[in-house]
Each structure stands twice: as structure tokens, then as C-alpha cells.
């Protein structure tokens, strides 16, 4: 049975949000990641149901854009029924775990030993549909629960700095789930993610519940791509297509194991791919517009969607961000964003360009896209003769 369609502001499975150009879906793949053939599968739904629009968010999702009032269930259902997402909207909404690139063997699989159970109980019926949990052997990464460390898990709440170790790591991570549920539910209003409620509650407090109590941290071992014979690529921007995605189905059968796990920052990794095909996947992988060197200019663009996708704009600002690209300074960040919002980075960036019109942009040194203008109502043009000038 299909579930009424709910729009949101953030987009889900079951409650697609609006956008200028139709509806936008997230599929959240699974721990163990997608098979070449679901990438496939998931391209021809988007074709058949959306506009062959994809993004890749920075927290490792899909986003189908362009779907409409009338086949957006239909889209839902299609993914569900290939055993892509939860069956349960409930429980899809609840099942958000984001794994880095250094995981391995145990922390995935206790990884996905947590899904199964947020996925049957029944009790989180009241968690934040944003509320998430993070698996690192070491990345930096940021969740309300973050679990870190291959060989002896640590667990350590937002907004806290306390590190804490459990015999059994999944039932403590279980219980400061329920316990979130718990103190919120008694609060009003009550708190959206695990910071705000240590805010209110001190961690010691929530741990205590819990049985778990703070743990001195030796730095543990990190497992480097190479261990697990993956092959790592991002995705500029985050901007994909149909074709794309059938490009990194045919990558991953061609060079290695035909599985792709999505990591956070837009990145994927295409498993079991043996030393001597790594040059020629990795030519293959840039030909298609992936970035391969942890040196291209392109990995330091943050940028929107734009015109094409949100009425707030009339800049095509992946289009102008791309352009100016080859013109970064040094190692600085830059941030190209449609309006003072900022969607794409909510952050300070070294330079910042902030729409104002088709071709027209502020910019703003060291600032977000709300900040106060250093140069007002630049041309693209002008804009890349400014970065010129850095770049000398």
C-alpha cells in the first residue's frame, strides 16, 4: 500500500519537497551499498518517472529531481518493491546512517546491524526524521551519534566531547536512541537533533542512562582505500545524470566487483578493483567528468543547483562556478550560490559570489552568502579577472 504523498522541506522517498523543477526524491542506499544493476535500475526510474536529473548530496543520498504530483508515489513504489528503501515510510524516515570511505569489515557490519533495528522499532515512531548516525574508522564527520574506530568502537554525542566505549556497542547505541526519544518527549518544544538536547541535558546525564561512562581515547588504526581494493572518484558538484549514473554501473562491473558504495562529500567508491586496472578505471572515471586527483580545482567549488532548479535565481551558477574553476587561488574554497540563503554551504567560504541577477554576483571575502558584500554586482567576467589577480 502506498503511503499519501507528503511534500517536505527536506526531500524523502515518501515526502518529496518542491522544487522549480518538479518534485526532488531521496533514496538513501543501504550500508551495503547498491549493485550495478540498482544503479541502473534506479536511472531508468528516473527517466521514467523524473527528468534524469540527479544529485548526490554531501550526505552520501541520491536526490531524483523532476518527478510530478502524479507519478512521484509511483517512483516510491517502484524503488520500495526493488528493495532499494524501507517498505515502511515510517521506517525509512528513521533509517539514516552515513558510513565513511575508511570503515571496514566490523564497523559496517555493526553499521548494519543498526539500520535493522531502526528499521523494526517501532518506539522511534517520534525520532527526527534528520536525526542520523555516523560510522568512521577516523574521518571527520559530523551526526548526531558518531561511532569511530575499527577494532573498539567509540561513541561520542553532538554537541559533547566525551568519548565512551560499550562492551556491547549496538545495544548502547540503541538505548541513547531511545533515551534521545525519551528526554525529548518530555520537553517542549522538544529537541530536533542529539546537540540541542545535550544542550539542555548534559552528556554525562544522557551516558549515565545509558550505562556508559567516559573513556580515555588512544588514536586507533585507519584503513586507507587500498586495504579494501576499492577505487574512490567524486562527483563534481554532485551533479549527475541518468547517463552518469549508467557510466559508474558500467565502471563497476568493468573494473571491479559491481558494487558502489556512496560516501559522504560526494564521493563513491567502486569495490575490489585489482592494482592493475587502477589507471586505466581511473582514466575511464575522469573521461566520463569525475574527478580522480585529490588536487582538482573542481573539489573546491560548493554551488547549488540554480535556474534549473530553484525559483529563487536566475544565475546558472554550477555553469558559472565550473568556469571559474581553473582560477582558484591557492588551496581556498569557493562558494557560488543562487541567492543570500546559501543551500549549498551555510558556511564561511575564502570567496564567496552570491547571485543577485543572471551574470551578476557580490562577493564576499571570508564570509557566508548573507554577509556584507566586499564587491557589489560583479560580472562573471570581472569576478574571473578578480581571481586572476589572486591567482598570480
Known amino acids: ?24 526524491a531521496r533514496i538513501k542506499p543501504f550500508v551495503q551499498g547498491l549493485s550495478a544493476d540498482e544503479l541502473r535500475l534506479i536511472a531508468d526510474l528516473a527517466d521514467l518517472y523524473g527528468s534524469g536529473a540527479i544529485d548526490l548530496t554531501s550526505r552520501a543520498n541520491l536526490q531524483v529531481r523532476g518527478l510530478t ?36 569489515p566490523r564497523l559496517l557490519a555493526l553499521a548494519h546491524e543498526l539500520e535493522a ?49 560499550a562492551p556491547d556497542a549496538l545495544t548502547a547505541l540503541q538505548t541513547l536512541t531511545l533515551g534521545f526519544v525519551n528526554y525529548a518527549g518530555r520537553m517542549s518544544p522538544p529537541p530536533r537533533r542529539m546537540k540541542a538536547l545535550v544542550e539542555r541535558v548534559s552528556a554525562h546525564t544522557l551516558l549515565a542512562q545509558a550505562g556508559l561512562t567516559e573513556t580515555a581515547v588512544r588514536s586507533s588504526a585507519r584503513y586507507g582505500r587500498e586495504v579494501f581494493e576499492g577505487f574512490d572518484m567524486s562527483v563534481v558538484l554532485g551533479a549527475l545524470d541518468t547517463a552518469s549514473l549508467r557510466a559508474i554501473a558500467d565502471l563497476a562491473d568493468q573494473y571491479g566487483d559491481g558494487r558502489v558504495r556512496l560516501l559522504p562529500d560526494r564521493r563513491l567508491r567502486i569495490g575490489k578493483v585489482a592494482p592493475h586496472v587502477r589507471a586505466a578505471l581511473s582514466q ?44 582558484l587561488p591557492g588551496r581556498a574554497i569557493l562558494h557560488v550560490s543562487g541567492c543570500a540563503k546559501g543551500c549549498a554551504h551555510p558556511r564561511a567560504a575564502e570567496l564567496t559570489l552570491a547571485a543577485t541577477g543572471a551574470d551578476r554576483y557580490d562577493l564576499i571575502l571570508d564570509g557566508a552568502p548573507g554577509d556584507p558584500a566586499t564587491y557589489r554586482d560583479l560580472t562573471l567576467a570581472q569576478a574571473a579577472q578578480y581571481l586572476q589577480a589572486k591567482h598570480r
Open 117 to 165: 533495528w531502526l528499521q523494526r522499532a517501532s518506539a522511534l515512531g517520534s525520532l527526527p526524521s534528520k536525526f542520523g548516525f555516523a560510522f568512521t574508522a577516523g574521518q571527520p564527520v559530523d551526526a548526531d551519534i558518531v561511532v569511530s574506530g575499527e577494532d573498539a568502537p567509540v561513541i561520542r554525542l553532538a554537541g559533547s566531547p566525551i568519548d565512551t566505549r
Open 69 to 104: 504530483e502524479a507519478n512521484a508515489p509511483r517512483f516510491a513504489k517502484a524503488v520500495a518493491a526493488a528493495g532499494l528503501a524501507s517498505q515502511d515510510p515510517a521506517a525509512e524516515r528513521r533509517r539514516n546512517i552515513m558510513a565513511t570511505g575508511d570503515c571496514g
Open 284 to 327: 575511464a572515471a575522469a573521461q566520463a567528468g569525475f574527478a580522480v586527483d585529490a588536487g582538482d580545482p573542481r573539489l573546491r567549488l560548493r554551488a547549488c543547483v540554480g535556474r534549473q532548479g530553484c525559483a529563487r535565481t536566475a544565475a546558472d551558477v554550477r555553469t558559472d562556478a565550473l568556469a571559474l574553476a581553473p582560477l
Open 1 to 24: 500500500m502506498t503511503a499519501p504523498l507528503v511534500r517536505g522541506w527536506c526531500p524523502s522517498l515518501y515526502e518529496p519537497m518542491a522544487s522549480a523543477d518538479g518534485l526532488i
